[in-house]
């Protein structure tokens, strides 16, 4: 058991690491909001979308050493980290559940403010479209914003399913 259970935590530590690193990302894109930098605006959207992507294959990997490791107990594969940890070594159990607590809690701080985020980049938008209407003769349609901004959610949804 103490391979696999090695590796759950490993891999806790990383999907951590991997929520802290989104987190960070998210504060940097915020600042770009506040300051101005439009021009950074796209490449932040592309680090957040590849960090997406990495917090996947991290949360992935966790999920997969768990499943092993439920299975080591002779638990059912879909056995949470709540009814394992009764299971586990007795030195390791705060361990774990200290790692868990912190995935959750991180997890939750990335949900809300990349949902910040985006009410801040849809609020710029509205406030873009709202001006180049304002350009736009009477019937006269604007195409440059046609078909790429939707003002009633992201452009992107699965910049925001990636990390929620």
């Known amino acids: ?10 891999s806790l530590r990383d999907e951590l690491q991997q929520y802290g690193e989104m987190l960070a990302l998210l504060d940097q894109q915020q600042d770009i909001f506040t300051q101005r930098g439009t ?8 680090a957040i979308n590849h960090q997406g992507i990495t917090i996947h294959a991290a949360r992935e990997c966790r999920h997969s050493f768990r499943r092993q490791l439920a299975r080591t107990l002779k638990q059912p594969e879909d056995c949470t980290f709540g009814k394992l940890l009764p299971l586990l ?25 990349a949902e910040q985020n985006h009410l801040l980049l849809r609020r710029s938008l509205d ?14 349609a604007m195409p440059l914003l046609k078909g790429w901004a939707n003002p009633t959610g992201p452009s992107d949804p699965s910049l925001y399913e990636a990390i929620v």
């Open 1 to 10: 058991m103490m391979p696999i259970l090695k590796k759950v935590i490993e």
């Open 39 to 46: 021009e950074n605006i796209w490449h932040s959207i592309s």
């Open 89 to 113: 070594p007795d030195h390791y159990r705060p361990l774990v559940s200290a790692l868990v607590q912190e995935n959750n809690e991180l997890l939750q701080r990335v949900s809300q403010r």
């Open 127 to 140: 406030l873009m479209q709202n001006f180049l209407t304002t350009l736009a003769q009477p019937g006269q």
